[in-house]
């Protein structure tokens, strides 16, 4: 799948490379499809990379005329958003998490004797919820920790007050093996039950240091009371408890409440704001905001905080906020937090504003670029009268020594720029001697008979480094493939940097300054070096297995052997006969040690 518009291309490579999750617009900017990443930019761009045979990916890419994304901490976070944002905007080719289920929970309900247990759906009845989760193993890991440390009733009995002095329940099994205290025949209190719960409520809400600290007091209590069975138990709590992972920030114990930051940088404002709608991230948006009239951070966010609130549906009354902010409104107010899971929420509402800032600065210079390859390639048409942009360009050139090991090289360029990837050697094989004319129909003719093969594009523009001579045998080779006319060729002398056009008697002379000459003079002097490199390493080549492969008795992998070991002629020939023995033996070491000798006198 190819991209077809500039602004698409634009944005894949403004993408960062962190998690996050990513929304694909149509033309009337609604959401179409949200995904999530762990980097972004591999992700997205491989919508447009491959050749899917999923016809939903085929025809979902089709739609696509924009792409928006969100940054955030973890793979974990975007997983969680990904769910929250589908399930609020019901894009139109998401499927698998459209429905009503949703990630589990645990609930610490509201009763007497609390129960600790995993659901999906929420009750507004006054209990506590943590989550959700996206791996229900790690749910479970939890979970059995909690079971496994805390005694925690496992029973769905009524324990109210009044229920148990009826006296009408009895202690189960899970008192006999230690997994309750029995509060169902009055062996707990309620009070001794309330503390290990309020424990519990500790590690689902991710406070691990302040547990620890509470668990820390209690064995060294205990220790100093000389109970050191109970204080072993505690110890082995704390070790537990330190292995396990802190929640997400995506979603939190927070409930209902919007974030916004912003940002200034020289003569514009960069904002971020988020929508928390019980306890997870359901909006994230940021914007660029042009400081045309002077106006202070505060103004700024006095019309905007209002504008965005309209935007999103927000009837949240509290907005986080990373400036502080003297003005007060009637339907919300404002809290600059400076720790806890409120400040994570405006670092990752300031990680988003860093983000788009980056991603605007990028595009900036992108559409630069973009803008000062077109005047370049309008050039470039314009001087060599093309039909159309030279967006594909190729120049060819030839080397040889004394007519010994010919070679020539294409390389090409794509929008004005060297696609290296595309470059190719020719070894000359039917010409005999220094003949450059012959060599350049060569290779013009094999490029062009198997880019036509091949069913691959032609080049907007041929440049071949000669003048009348050359060019009129790669014209030759072109006419044999019934290319001459279709594929646009031209010639350049080095001397004068005259341009020659085929059939034409005189050359042409470009402004030395012309922006299309700078061009054309790169390209021809990329494919020279290109040339003389891969010249110079079959010279080199040569000239060492000429000379070694003289030696009578030593075959192609002692050679090799040889060259693995010491790299160069020069070394083996200093190589002490000892050393060359270990390597090859002794009569092939004679061999080698009694030519260099004789070498040297």
């Keep these: 799948m190819n991209l077809e518009s500039g602004a698409l291309k634009n944005s894949l490579k403004v993408l960062p490379t962190s998690p996050g999750i990513y929304k694909f617009l149509d033309k009337e900017d609604r959401i179409i499809y949200i995904g999530k990443a762990k980097n972004l930019k591999k992700r997205v761009s491989s919508y447009f990379s491959k050749n899917s045979n999923n016809f939903k990916t085929r025809t979902l890419v089709k739609s696509i005329q924009g ?42 309900k509201n009763e007497a004797f609390p129960r600790i247990f995993s659901t999906r759906k929420k009750i507004k009845d006054g209990s506590a919820y943590y989550g959700p989760y996206t791996s229900v193993r790690h749910m479970n890991i939890l979970l059995n920790l909690i079971n496994e440390i805390y005694p925690i009733r496992g029973c769905k009995l009524d324990l109210s007050e009044s229920k148990i002095m009826e006296e009408k329940y009895s202690i189960c099994l899970d008192f006999h093996i230690g997994k309750c205290k029995g509060p169902c025949e009055q062996k707990q209190s309620e009070k001794a039950y309330q503390s290990i719960i309020s424990e519990a409520k500790l590690l689902l809400s991710g406070k691990t240091k302040s547990l620890l600290q509470l668990l820390g007091q209690k064995m060294k209590s205990l220790a100093e009371k000389y109970e050191f069975e109970e204080a072993e138990k505690i110890k082995k709590n704390i070790e537990s408890i330190k292995k396990y992972t802190a929640k997400s920030i995506i979603v939190s114990n927070l409930k209902n409440l919007d974030v916004f930051t912003i940002v200034k940088k020289e003569k514009a404002f960069y904002i971020n704001f988020m929508v928390i709608n019980e306890g997870a991230v359901v909006y994230a948006y940021s914007n660029k905001i042009k400081n045309l009239l002077d106006k202070t951070p505060e103004e700024i966010c006095a019309v905007q905080i209002d504008l965005l609130k ?131 129909k060569e290779v013009v003719y094999r490029r062009y008979k198997r880019l036509q093969d091949e069913k691959k594009s032609m080049p907007d523009l041929v440049i071949v480094d000669g003048g009348k001579g050359q060019l009129s045998a790669a014209v030759s080779a072109l006419e044999e493939l019934d290319l001459r006319g279709k594929v646009p060729i031209v010639g350049i002398a080095k001397r004068l940097e005259e341009i020659f056009f085929p059939g034409d008697r005189y050359p042409i002379y470009l402004d030395k300054r012309s922006e299309s000459l700078k061009v054309i003079q790169f390209m021809r002097n990329e494919s020279h070096r290109f040339g003389i490199e891969h010249h110079r390493n079959k010279r080199s080549s040569a000239a060492i297995h000429s000379e070694i492969e003289n030696i009578q008795g030593v075959g192609p992998k002692t050679i090799q052997l040889l060259f693995q070991e010491f790299k160069t002629i020069e070394r083996i020939e200093r190589t002490k006969i000892s050393e060359l023995e270990r390597l090859v033996g002794k009569q092939k070491a004679k061999l080698i040690h009694q030519y260099f000798e004789k070498t040297r006198l």
């Design 310 to 440: 309209e935007k999103f549906n927000s009837s949240n009354r509290i907005v986080l906020v990373n400036e502080t902010l003297e003005f007060e409104h009637p339907s919300y107010s404002f809290e600059y937090p400076q720790r806890g899971e409120k400040k994570q929420l405006i670092d990752l509402s300031l990680k988003n504003v860093q983000a788009y800032i980056l991603n605007q600065r990028k595009k900036e210079i992108l559409q630069t670029e973009n803008s000062n390859e077109k005047r370049v390639l309008e050039t470039i048409k314009k001087d060599f009268k093309l039909k159309s942009l030279p967006v594909h360009m190729e120049c060819f050139d030839n080397s040889n020594f004394q007519g010994s090991f010919p070679v020539s090289a294409c390389v090409v360029f794509r929008n004005g720029r060297p696609s290296k990837k595309d470059y190719r050697h020719f070894n000359v094989k039917t010409v005999d001697g220094p003949d450059d004319f012959a060599t350049m």
């Design 67 to 108: 792409i928006e994304h969100v940054v955030v901490g973890s793979e974990k976070d975007a997983l969680l958003l990904e769910n929250n944002l589908i399930k609020s905007h019901q894009p139109k080719y998401n499927v698998l998490l459209k429905d009503d289920k949703t990630y589990p929970w645990i609930v610490v």
